[in-house]
């Protein structure tokens, strides 16, 4: 075999070579490009609007989803719960929830909600930040005779009502913010999106 044979089958051993390492390479730089097409999971948790099925939601069950980094409860009343909302309202800070920044034009009534039975709320004391327990349960022993069902913040203990209303006499001075949101159907939420005709947060 001559020298010039032998450097012929190197250069095409090295073009091979260069050639597969090339698309390689083309093909990972290629990943990221399309990647970014589709909003990641932190594009969505960062406030792209989140869609919620809430059909198999029960009365009195409260599910979570995660909007702009926060958690976002959801909660299926019972007519119990609702009919109870008049019963507190001496008790509240802000029972007619007249703080315009903790919720949409929509919100600003005893139920806060779109529809009376489901309650949307982001699940952050309106105190330092902690996350209140849902507490639906009536009169229990730690929360007294007069508990209706709400939320209570176990670090500082905040109370709120069954709408998310704060309680006079408690650290916290807000009521729980209401996020914007719509319908899209009977059973579905868009969090993050307000109907043109619900005004602005």
Known sequence: ????????????????????????????????????????????????????????????????????RKPVWIVRRSQEMISALGEVESKLRDPDSEALDMQPAFARN??????????????????????????????????GADWKGGFYCPCHGSLFDISGRVYKNVPANNNLEVPPYKYLSDNVLLIGELDEEQGAV
């Open 110 to 143: 005893a139920n806060r909600s779109l529809k009376p039975e489901v309650l949307v709320l982001v699940g952050i004391c309106t105190h330092l930040g902690c996350s209140p327990t849902f507490r639906p349960e009536l009169a229990p022993a730690d929360l």
């Open 1 to 68: 075999m001559s020298e010039h044979e032998i450097d012929t089958g190197r250069r095409k051993m090295l073009t091979v070579s260069a050639s597969v390492v090339g698309a390689v390479g083309g093909a990972a730089a290629l990943v990221p490009f399309v990647s970014t097409m589709s909003p990641s999971a932190k594009a969505l948790a960062a406030g792209a609007p989140v869609e919620v099925d809430i059909s198999k939601l029960e009365v009195g069950q409260k599910i979570q989803v995660e909007w702009r």
